[in-house]
């Protein structure tokens, strides 16, 4: 299946000669949920931007669903909802009137029932009738997310939808989010907050200084280059590692007091059940127990060198 977006050598420098996007490639499979990363300013409002037609691109190609988004910019963009990451709209509308004037602004038919799901699905129902200046942040937030889903788009770009919001809006929009995917919308989301990114992406990509370091399958890159360990605290200090451990992905900690065992998940059982068994038969006694599995937020931190 040719995919829903696709991304060729795509550059953008910005009037001021600023570099933000550096011939950037990817492609977006319809109906799956890809996560952006990256560290402020790496460039990812800026090609989310190109996209949705809202900044133009210096150089490349862009293709939604087969239509060039410079020449047929109408066509994709209808096709586009757009969360952004600026709140950008209206003070003195009414929440129902934003959102029901941005499905026409798609060029759709009014649809009631539409919006009313909308606003339910968001818990704004009961502020229809509010203007935008009568929320708080966080509901104005859930209004930008309403007025992009009000035309039903194929495609929905998420720019850190989730900043400075609630747990509660967090939830709801996860919940939102889910029922999207399972309807087949194509989720492209960005996210400071990695533990979602880990929790609700297929994919991942990783974007720093304008270039998309990788993407790949979430779980694929967890088992690539996430890591177990099992940390065992001594009950005496070893002055070393016997000589009989060594080389076994075990390490000693410089006090002495703590072995750390790097094992294959694929053998865990096994492989922890013989290294407790032989620490046993040499004396080694510990008091205490624990794991710890690399998180895609250290996976992230590793690839950017902790400019986040
Ligand atoms: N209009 C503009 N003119 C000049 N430079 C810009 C403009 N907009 C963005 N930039 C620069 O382009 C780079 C990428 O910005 P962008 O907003 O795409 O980053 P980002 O990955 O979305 O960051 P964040 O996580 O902070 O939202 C930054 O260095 C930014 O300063
Ligand atoms: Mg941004």
Redesign the pocket.
Known sequence: MAPIISVRNLTKT???G?Q?LKGVDLDVEEGEILALL??????????ISIICGIVNPSGGEVLVDGHDIVKDFRVTRAMIGLVP?ELTTDQFETVWNTVSFSRGVHGKKANPAHIEKVLRDLSLWDKRDNTLRELSGGMKRRVLIAKALSHEPRILFLD?PTAGVDVTLRRDMWKVVESLRASGVTIIL?T?YIEEAEEIADRVGV?NG?SLLLVEEKDELMAKLGRKQLILDLVEPLANLPQRFAGNGLSLEPDGLRLVYDFDKDSEQESIAGLLTRLGQEGIHFKDLSTRQTSLEDIFVSLVGGSK
């Open positions: 910005y009037a001021n600023f933000a990256g560290p402020n300013g790496a460039g990812k409002t800026t090609m990451q850190e960005t400071h974007i304008g």
